[in-house]
C-alpha cells in the first residue's frame, strides 16, 4: 500500500524536494545489455540509485508493451515515493512499445479535417482515449502528448507531421479533442512545445533555434492552442528549447523567467505543471553543458524560471546538488520549491484518485496499491480499427478518388522490381521481412530492392524494368528527411516511364514535392503512417484491384501485426 510512501511535500529534506522534480530517462526493457543508447539512459543499478534518492518520475524507450508493464510496476515497488511514469506517444503506446496500437501521425487528423471537420474531431477524441487506455493498461500514467504546436512551416525537420495541423484554429480543436478523449483514464496529458516550434527550420535536438516573432504574433497562431488546452484542463506544459528574441534576448525559453513565470504563469493562468523538454538535447547542451557544471547551471535556471519538472537533466546528482545550492545561496527561495512538489504531489494524487471507483474515498494514494497491469487492453481490434479507420480516411490518390483507385485499375500491375527508399534501414521498426511493403508485392511476383540515405546508389538501380516505387520518408528528430526526398526525385527522373506505381508513406510535403515529377497517369498513393497496417490500405487496390478491398485489407492486416 502506498499510505506511507507519499508524505506531506513539507516533511521531504530540500534533496528529495528537488529529487521529485527530476525525471530520468531509462530503457523500456528489462535487462541493461538491451539499453540502446547507454549515453542517455540509466541502467538498473543508476536508476535503483536515483528512486532511492527519491525522483519524481521516469520516461522510458524500446521494449515491448508486456515488457513495460513489468517494468513500471518494478519501477514504481522500487520507488521511494509513487513516480510519474511517462512516455513520447504521439501516435499512440505502439509507436514506441511493440505491441500496442500505433496511429497515423497526428497530421493525418488535420488532412481529415479539411474536408469533415466533425469526423477529425471525433476520431482525435477517440484516439486520445484509446491511448490513455493503452498506457493505462501498462503502467504509463503521463502522456507526453499531445503535440499543440502549428507546423506553418514545411521545412521543419523536428514538428512536421506531429503537429496536428497548419491552422491554428484547427490544431487548438483537435488538440483539445484528444486532451478530452484522454481525461477519462489516470493518465496526464501535455502540451508541447510552449510557446510553439512550428514555425522553425532548425532541429531543437542539435541545436537552439531562433524565432523572431513578436508578442502579437505569437498571439494571432502560436498561443491559440495553448490556451485552448489550458481552459480544456490540460495537466502539463512542456517548453520549446527556442529563442525568441523579442520576448527574452538573454535566455531561451525553457530558461526564461519572463516566458514561463510571466506570460504561461501570470499571463496565460497556467498552474498545472510546467516541464521542460530534455535537458540534454542540443538546443540547451551547446550553451549550458560540458564538463564545467555548465549543464547544471541549465537546471538552476529552468527552476528559477518556473519549472515544475526537469526532463532528463544529464547530470541527475548535479542537477539536484546544484539546485540545492542555489536555495542556500538565495538564488532560488525554498517556496519555489515547495510550490513545485505541491503541484507534483496534486498531479499524482490525481491519477490515483481515477483509480478509486467506491465513492466514500479520494485519497488513493493512501489506499490503492500499484495497478496490475492489464495486457488483454493492448491492440484490441476495437483500437486497431480505429488506426484503420483514420488512416484511410486520411489516404490521397493522386488524380483520382481514394475510393475509385481499384476501379482505376482494370487489372493487377505487371510485376517488375519492387524499389524501396527508406530513411535508415538499420533503426526501421516498420520495415522487417514481414512487412507488406515486401511481401504483398513479392507474392505478385515483384523483386525487392532496398535504398536508404546510406546505401542507395543510382548507377546500380536497374533502369529499364517496370518499377513499383515505394518512398518511406517523413521528418524526424535529428534526420530532417531532406537528403532523402532529393534521392528520391533522382529516382523518379531516372527511372521515367517505367515507373508504374507510387506509394509514398510519411510527408505531405515530400508529397507535394515530388508531384509535379509524377506523370498524372501513374497511379500514385500517399500515407501519412508508415507501419504495417498503413502498408496494407495502401498496397490493396494496387496490387489486387479485383479483391473485394474491406475483406481483403482485413486478411492483410490481420497477418502484419504492428
Not at 534576448?249 to 519572463?258: A, E, R
Not at 493492448?378 to 481499384?406: C, F
Request: proline share 6%.
Amino acid at each position: 500500500m502506498l499510505a506511507s510512501r507519499l508524505p506531506s511535500p513539507e516533511t521531504l529534506s530540500l534533496a528529495e524536494q528537488v529529487a521529485q522534480m527530476i525525471v530520468v530517462r531509462t530503457t523500456g526493457h528489462l535487462f541493461d545489455h538491451e539499453v540502446e543508447y547507454p549515453q542517455w539512459e540509466a541502467t538498473n543499478s543508476e536508476l535503483k540509485k536515483y528512486l532511492e534518492m527519491g525522483v519524481g518520475g521516469v520516461i522510458l524507450l524500446g521494449g515491448s508493451a508486456a515488457e513495460v508493464g513489468i517494468r513500471a510496476q518494478q519501477l514504481q515497488f522500487l520507488a521511494k515515493y509513487p513516480l510519474l511514469i511517462a512516455a513520447d506517444i504521439e501516435e499512440g503506446v505502439g509507436q514506441r512499445f511493440s505491441g500496442a496500437t500505433w496511429f497515423a501521425p497526428p497530421m493525418a487528423l488535420g488532412e481529415i479535417a479539411r474536408t469533415d471537420l466533425p469526423l477529425a474531431l471525433r476520431l482525435a477524441e477517440q484516439m486520445g482515449k484509446v491511448i490513455a487506455q493503452e498506457a493505462t493498461a501498462i503502467g504509463l500514467n503521463w502522456l507526453l502528448a499531445p503535440v499543440v504546436d502549428v507546423n506553418n512551416n514545411p521545412a521543419n525537420p523536428v514538428i512536421n507531421v506531429r503537429a496536428f495541423g497548419e491552422s491554428a484554429d484547427t490544431v487548438a480543436q483537435l488538440t483539445s479533442a484528444f486532451i478530452k478523449g484522454a481525461q477519462n483514464s489516470p493518465v496526464l496529458t501535455c502540451a508541447k512545445h510552449f510557446p510553439g516550434h512550428g514555425d522553425t527550420d532548425m532541429d531543437s535536438h542539435l541545436s537552439l533555434p531562433v524565432v523572431n516573432h513578436d508578442f502579437e504574433r505569437l498571439q494571432e497562431i502560436e498561443l491559440v492552442p495553448f490556451s485552448r488546452a489550458i481552459s480544456t484542463d490540460v495537466d502539463s506544459i512542456m517548453t520549446a528549447h527556442l529563442q525568441l528574441p523579442q520576448l527574452d534576448p538573454d535566455y531561451p525559453t525553457t530558461l526564461s523567467q519572463t516566458t514561463l513565470n510571466g506570460l504561461l504563469r501570470r499571463d496565460m493562468g497556467f498552474d498545472g505543471l510546467i516541464v521542460t523538454d530534455a535537458l540534454v538535447m542540443g538546443g540547451i547542451t551547446q550553451q549550458y553543458g560540458g564538463e564545467d557544471g555548465k549543464g547544471n547551471e541549465a537546471a538552476v535556471l529552468a527552476v528559477a524560471a518556473g519549472v515544475d519538472i526537469l526532463l532528463m537533466p544529464g547530470d541527475v546528482e548535479g542537477a539536484i546538488a546544484a539546485i540545492c545550492a542555489a536555495v542556500a545561496s538565495e538564488r532560488i527561495a525554498p517556496s519555489v520549491i515547495l510550490r513545485a512538489v505541491e503541484r507534483i504531489w496534486r498531479a499524482k494524487h490525481k491519477i490515483a484518485d481515477m483509480f478509486v471507483t467506491d465513492a466514500p474515498s479520494r485519497h488513493a494514494w493512501q489506499h490503492q496499491a500499484v495497478p496490475p497491469i492489464a495486457p488483454e487492453q493492448i491492440g484490441t481490434e476495437e483500437t486497431r480499427s480505429l488506426a484503420r479507420e483514420i488512416l484511410k480516411a486520411s489516404q490521397q490518390v493522386y488524380n483520382a478518388p481514394a475510393q475509385s483507385l481499384s476501379q482505376a485499375i482494370s487489372a493487377p500491375l505487371i510485376p517488375g522490381q519492387n524499389l524501396i527508399l527508406v530513411d535508415n534501414i538499420l533503426q526501421c521498426p516498420f520495415l522487417s521481412r514481414t512487412a507488406p511493403a515486401v511481401t504483398l508485392p513479392s507474392s505478385q511476383g515483384y523483386d525487392l530492392i532496398l535504398a536508404d540515405t546510406r546505401s542507395s546508389d543510382l548507377l546500380t538501380i536497374p533502369k529499364d524494368v517496370t518499377t513499383l516505387l515505394q518512398l518511406f520518408i517523413r521528418g524526424n528528430p535529428f534526420r530532417s528527411g531532406k537528403g532523402l526526398s532529393e534521392i528520391a526525385a533522382s529516382y523518379l527522373k531516372m527511372l521515367g516511364s517505367n515507373v508504374q506505381a507510387i506509394v509514398i508513406y510519411g510527408s505531405p510535403y515530400v508529397f507535394a514535392a515530388l508531384r509535379e515529377l509524377i506523370d498524372p497517369q501513374t497511379p500514385c498513393v500517399f500515407s501519412y503512417g508508415q507501419m504495417k497496417t498503413a502498408q496494407v490500405i495502401a498496397l490493396q487496390p494496387l496490387l489486387l484491384p479485383n479483391a473485394s478491398q474491406n475483406s481483403q485489407a482485413a486478411k492483410a492486416d490481420s497477418a502484419f501485426t504492428d
